[in-house]
């Protein structure tokens, strides 16, 4: 209690008040009072809450004497116009406050009793007053209840009340306008006019281009609203403008209106047909019906109207005969069937397009048609046989011949394949595209010396015949080939004695080549010594040429009866092949020849007492003749009249048969014969 606004008494403990107290100032008082017992150090305390009960001894009070406001004539009812505030330093029901409009000149306000709200009750709009003052009253609601008052004056009844921007303006001019794309700079192209009801300022109008004149091609007028040209039109490049255009108040705040102005520039015949393309390029089939279609040409005029309203057409020109054009759509047909081997180009430079403006304008463009093939021709040969020679000696893979098959069609239409139909046997082959034909395997004319077969040209048609050409190869002999004897060895003979030019023996020697490489010419290698034999060239007859002696020894024969001869077989290529083979000839003996001792007279000398049956001694006679009558046989002729002796026929052994006896003979004369 550091006011001192209480005391206690120190003897009974009862606490009084000293001063008056204030619930407003302090509502709630704690004080802590202390005991002691006498003199003694020992003391106590407690604490004593004190609440100050409030009485309504403070009435409402404002914050301020007066006020002012300002409101729009065309506020709605129920728009909160002012609040008052006033505070009461009571609580509870004394502080409690209720709010009321003491004195009402106008029956336009109200005001919320508990939160001091002023609201319209109706608009003011049509009264002719110009401001309202209005008394609020604060109560609280003590007993008995304190009252505060308040003078409140609103805007209306200081200022006169003015017109507040609440109209926008309002266009009543056309949102369209039309112009020739040919008026020069400045001309008029719109007037545009909008409304506004308020008054002053508020009511104001000026005019603004918000978009759509990007190009700058318009100028408005923001007073007049006259919209004129600020360059040169185009309908081509743009053929509309739409220009958002505001309508601007001068109020504050502004308000503002927009419309879209479309501006349609009107078409003037000043551009001239501009085909797609300069140059139209096409493929048509041949052999179609007339009425083919074939392309469809294009052009554009970006004037409008009849303006682009395009006619097209066909100029005179070469072939334009045979086409026809659709005059609306530009569409191009055949009027004939084409033929592509005939005329495969058609390029036509007169295709011409006209406007129907006034004056009317054209353009020109060229086609160039492509006539497409079709397989309408079949593969031809240059002729239907051919008949060539060849070596037989080609290597293999050699290109005989290269045979052409003309196609009139086109592409793979004229892409011509040969192929053999007949048995080549295995010799030949064709190439397929080239047509070349080449061997396979080398050649002997002497196996086959000809060969006759087809050749086909064909297309890639499954429809049109094919060409054939008969092929006849002859195969020319090379000299590839050597005389051959029918034997390698031969055995002949002849007797001796014979006159010369007797034919002993024919040989033969074959070459399988033709001509001169397959003629054999004969003769006599070696073995012919001292020209004892000579040979037919021609047919190869051998015979002597001299008188043959079986018992000449020579040293050009293995033995006295025979001879070696060594043939050659030649032919007359070139260079000439040969080859070889043996004759032998034996010589066959005549008996004319007799035998002869080797001597005339044989002396022997024995002992008379050699044993019986000794071998005393062999005569020997030679025969030049030959076989049998070389065979000689031994006779004693005589002396042997005893049968001392025995003589071998064969051997010409002279053997002892009897004993001896020198006083009874000492000599024996035998006279032996050879046969």
């Known amino acids: 209690d550091p006011h001192g606004r209480f005391s206690i008494d120190p003897q009974f403990g009862i606490i009084c008040t000293k001063k008056q107290l204030d619930h407003e100032t302090q509502s709630v008082v704690v004080l802590t009072v202390q005991s002691q017992l006498g003199n003694s150090p020992i003391y106590s305390s407690t604490q004593v809450n004190i609440s100050v009960i409030d009485i309504n001894d403070n009435p409402p009070v404002f914050l301020t004497q007066s006020d002012r406001v300002t409101i729009s004539h065309t506020q709605p009812p129920g728009t909160a116009v002012y609040i008052a505030h006033a505070e009461d330093k009571d609580s509870g029901l004394n ?3 209720k709010y009321s409009i003491a004195s009402k000149q106008s029956n336009a306000f109200s005001i919320d009793p508990s939160l001091g709200v002023v609201n319209l009750t109706r608009t003011v709009f049509a009264d002719k007053q110009h401001e309202y003052t209005l008394h609020i009253a604060a109560e609280d609601s003590g007993i008995p209840p304190l009252t505060s008052s308040l003078m409140l004056d609103s805007l209306a009844a200081k200022i006169v009340i003015l017109d507040i921007n609440d109209n926008s303006p309002s266009f009543t001019s056309s949102p369209f306008s039309y112009v020739m794309e040919d008026v020069e700079v400045g001309f008029l192209v719109h007037r545009i006019i909008a409304k506004d009801p308020d008054e002053g300022r508020n009511g104001q109008v000026t005019y603004h281009i918000l978009s759509g004149n990007e190009n700058k091609a ?7 609203g006259l919209l004129t040209t600020a360059q040169l039109l185009d309908r081509e490049i743009q053929n509309r403008y739409n220009l958002t255009v505001m309508a601007l108040d001068d109020g504050s705040p502004a308000l503002s209106a927009t419309q879209v102005l479309t501006i349609v520039i009107l078409d003037v015949n000043d551009e001239t047909p501009i085909f797609l393309k300069q140059l139209y390029e096409t493929a048509v089939r041949e052999n179609q019906d007339p009425g083919e279609f074939v392309l469809k040409v294009e052009a554009v005029d970006r004037d409008a109207g009849l303006n682009s309203l395009l006619r097209y057409e066909i100029l005179p020109g070469t072939g334009y005969e045979k086409f026809k054009m659709n005059p609306d759509s530009g569409e191009l047909i055949t009027t004939a069937s084409l033929d592509r081997e005939t005329q495969e180009v058609f390029s036509i430079k007169g295709n011409s397009c006209r406007d129907l403006g006034s004056p009317s304008r054209s353009s020109t463009a060229q086609l160039y048609l492509m006539v497409l093939d079709e397989n309408d021709h079949n593969p031809m040969f240059a002729k239907t046989q051919y008949q060539i020679s060849v070596r037989e000696d080609l290597e293999e893979g050699s290109a005989i011949l290269d045979l052409f098959a003309s196609d009139k069609d086109d592409g793979l239409n004229g892409e011509v394949m040969y192929s053999l139909i007949d048995d080549t046997f295995g010799a030949f082959a064709i190439d397929s595209v080239t047509g070349s034909i080449v061997t396979t395997k080398a050649l002997d004319r002497e196996t086959k010396s000809q060969y ?8 890639c048609s499954t429809h049109l015949p094919r ?10 002999d090379v000299n590839d080939n050597v005389p051959k004897f029918e034997q390698s060895y031969y055995k002949a003979s002849v007797w001796e004695g014979q006159s010369p030019k007797t034919d002993i023996i024919q040989v033969f020697a074959t070459d399988l080549d033709s001509g001169l490489n397959g003629e054999t010419e004969y003769s006599i290698l070696s073995g012919n010594e001292n020209a004892t034999f000579l040979i037919d060239s021609a047919r190869g007859i051998l015979a002597t040429n001299t008188v043959l002696d079986h018992e000449n020894a020579s040293s050009y024969r293995e033995m006295a009866s025979s001879h070696r001869l060594v043939l050659l077989a030649s032919d007359r290529g070139t260079p000439s092949l040969n080859s070889t083979a043996t004759v032998l000839i034996t010589v066959l003996d005549v008996n004319d020849n007799p035998p002869v001792f080797s001597s005339p007279e044989y002396h022997i000398h024995v002992k008379e007492s050699i044993p019986v049956g000794s071998h005393l001694t062999e005569v020997s006679a030679n025969d030049c003749d030959a076989g049998t009558n070389a065979e000689i046989t031994y006779a004693i002729i005589s002396g042997n009249d005893r049968g001392h002796f025995h003589l071998d026929g064969k051997t010409g052994s002279v053997d002892l048969m009897k004993m001896l006896d ?14």
């Open 95 to 97: 502080g409690a406050i």
């Open 218 to 224: 318009f100028v408005l007028d923001k007073i007049t």
């Open 452 to 459: 006759t077969f087809r050749a086909v040209a064909s297309d």
């Open 467 to 476: 060409s054939s050409t008969v092929m006849t190869i002859l195969i020319q």
């Open 662 to 675: 020198y006083e009874d003979t000492m000599k024996f004369t035998l006279i032996i014969q050879a046969t």
